[in-house]
C-alpha cells in the first residue's frame, strides 16, 4: 500500500510539474511567434504603401517624404522583400525583385500559391505575404522572415530542451525525498496494521477463556438463553478478530501469499458447489457458469476464501426467491469471476465505491442481523490485489448487485 501511495504521489506531483511546464513553453512560444508575426504585418502595412513599379522604370520608386511621417525608408534599407501584380485570374503581370535575391522565377509560384489562398495575410514559405486589391489588379507583397523563423525555431528547441531537463531534474529530487514525504504516514499505516495482529492476538486469550467458561457452565446448570448469547457472542469475536488478523496480514505485501499456478475452474466449482443446497433451500434461483481448464499462477486457499466471501455476501443479502449467480470466464489474458445477486433494498449507485471499506454497509441502520461483519468484502479486495488483479462493484438497476474480480492468468 505504501508503495503504491509513494508512485501515486510522485505520478500526481509530476503530472502537475509537466502541464505546467506545457503552458509556460506554449505561452512563451505563442507570445514570440505572436510578436514576429504582428512585426512582419507591421513591415507589410508599410511597404504597401509605396507604389508598384511600372515595367518601364529601372528602379523602385521611392517617395522623398516616407508616407504619414513613418520611417519608411530606414525600415528598408536591411527587408528583404518582393512585389507581383496579378490579374483577376491570378496570372502574373509584373514583378519586382530588386530587393530580394535568390527568388527569380519562384516569385510566380509564391504569388499563385498566396492568390489561391482565403485569407489577405498568411505564409508561403518563410515568407510573410500580403494581398491587396488596386485597380491594376491584385497586388502580393512578400516579407522574407527566414531569420525571424529561425530565431523562433531555435528558441523553441531551446525552450523545450530546457523544460525537459528541468522536468527530469525535479523527478529525480522529488523520486529521492518522496519516501521522505510519506515516512509519517508508512510508519502510521505500520503501527496500525502492528496493533491490529498484536491485539488480535491478545483477545484470542480471553475469547478461549470465556468459551470454556461457557463449557463448564453448561455442564454445571442447565443451558440457558443467557450462556447461549454469550456462546454466539464470543463465536462472533473470534471471528471477527481472526478476520482483521487476516487481512491485515494480506495487505502487508504480495509476497505474503504463496504464489503457484492451479486450476481455479476445479477451485471454483468446488468452493461453490456447497452453496448451492443453502440457496435452493431459501427459494432462490442459482446459476453457476465456470468456463473449464482454466488456471492461474496464485494462492489457492486465497481464491477459495474469496469465492466463499462473495458468495456468501451474495446469499445474505438478497431476499427469499431472489437470484444467485456465478460466473468464470476468460477475458483476454484475464481470468473474470463475477458474482451476482437481487436485493431486497434499493442500492444508491454512489454507495457502490464504498463496499470494499472496512465495517461499511449498505444499510443506513448498519443493522448486523444477517451475521456479517462489513469486513468480508474488505478481504476480497485484499487477496485479489495480492493476486495483481482488480476487483470492483457495480448495479444493472437499483436492485441488483454485483462484484467483479479480475485475476491474470498463468502462461499468457
Not at 511567434?33 to 508598384?52: F, H, M, Q, W
Not at 522623398?64 to 530606414?74: L, S, T, V
Not at 530580394?100 to 489561391?116: D, H, T, W, Y
Not at 497586388?139 to 531551446?158: P, Y
Request: proline fraction near 4%; include cysteine; aromatic fraction near 8%.
Amino acid at each position: 500500500m505504501i508503495k503504491k501511495l509513494k508512485i501515486k504521489l510522485i505520478l500526481l506531483t509530476m503530472t502537475s510539474v509537466l502541464l505546467l511546464l506545457t503552458v509556460l513553453v506554449i505561452g512563451m512560444n505563442v507570445v514570440n511567434y505572436s510578436s514576429i508575426v504582428r512585426e512582419a504585418d507591421r513591415t507589410l502595412d508599410t511597404l504597401a504603401e509605396t507604389p508598384l513599379p511600372l515595367p518601364a522604370r529601372e528602379k523602385l520608386f521611392l517617395p522623398e517624404k516616407p508616407p504619414h511621417g513613418k520611417p519608411f525608408a530606414d525600415e528598408q534599407a536591411d527587408t528583404h522583400y518582393f512585389s507581383v501584380l496579378l490579374d483577376e485570374k491570378g496570372n502574373l503581370l509584373f514583378s519586382d525583385v530588386s530587393h530580394v535575391g535568390a527568388v527569380g522565377e519562384q516569385a510566380a509560384e509564391f504569388a499563385s500559391e498566396a492568390f489561391s489562398k482565403k485569407g489577405a495575410r498568411g505564409f508561403v514559405g518563410t515568407f510573410r505575404y500580403l494581398r491587396i486589391r488596386e485597380d491594376a489588379g491584385t497586388r502580393v507583397i512578400f516579407l522574407d522572415c527566414k531569420n525571424q523563423l529561425h530565431a523562433f525555431d531555435t528558441f523553441l528547441t531551446v525552450s523545450v530542451s530546457i523544460a525537459a531537463v528541468g522536468f527530469l531534474l525535479v523527478l529525480l529530487v522529488f523520486t529521492f525525498f518522496a519516501s521522505r514525504i510519506i515516512r509519517p504516514i508508512a510508519e502510521s499505516y505500520e503501527k496500525q496494521k502492528r496493533f491490529i495482529t498484536d491485539a488480535g492476538h491478545e483477545i484470542k486469550t480471553p475469547l478461549t477463556i470465556i468459551g470454556a467458561n461457557v463449557d463448564i457452565l453448561e455442564m454445571e446448570m442447565e443451558s440457558n438463553e443467557s450462556l447461549d448469547d454469550i456462546r454466539r457472542q464470543t463465536k462472533r469475536l473470534t471471528a471477527l478478530t481472526n478476520d482483521l488478523v487476516y487481512l491485515a496480514r494480506m495487505e502487508e505485501s504480495e509476497q505474503s501469499v504463496p504464489m503457484v499456478e492451479f486450476p481455479i475452474s476445479e477451485t471454483v466449482r468446488e468452493t461453490a458447489e456447497p452453496f448451492r443446497a443453502v440457496a435452493l433451500a431459501d427459494d432462490k434461483t442459482w446459476i453457476c457458469d465456470i468456463l473449464p481448464m482454466m488456471t492461474v499462477k496464485g494462492n489457492d486457499k486465497a481464491i477459495r476464501q474469496l469465492v466463499s466471501i462473495l458468495l456468501d455476501n451474495a446469499l445474505k443479502y438478497s431476499p427469499r426467491g431472489g437470484t444467485v449467480s456465478l460466473k468464470l470466464f476468460q477475458q483476454g489474458h484475464s481470468a473474470v469471476l463475477t458474482v451476482y445477486n437481487t436485493t431486497a433494498m434499493p442500492i444508491d449507485p454512489a454507495t457502490l465505491g464504498r463496499v470494499f471499506d472496512r465495517f461499511y454497509r449498505t444499510d443506513p441502520s448498519r443493522n448486523s442481523k444477517t451475521g456479517g461483519h462489513g469486513i468480508g468484502l474488505s478481504i476480497a479486495k485484499a487477496i485479489v490485489h495480492s493476486h495483481g488483479g482488480k476487483i470492483a462493484a457495480s448495479s444493472d438497476d437499483t436492485h441488483s448487485f454485483r462484484i467483479t474480480a479480475v485475476l491474470p492468468q498463468s502462461g499468457k
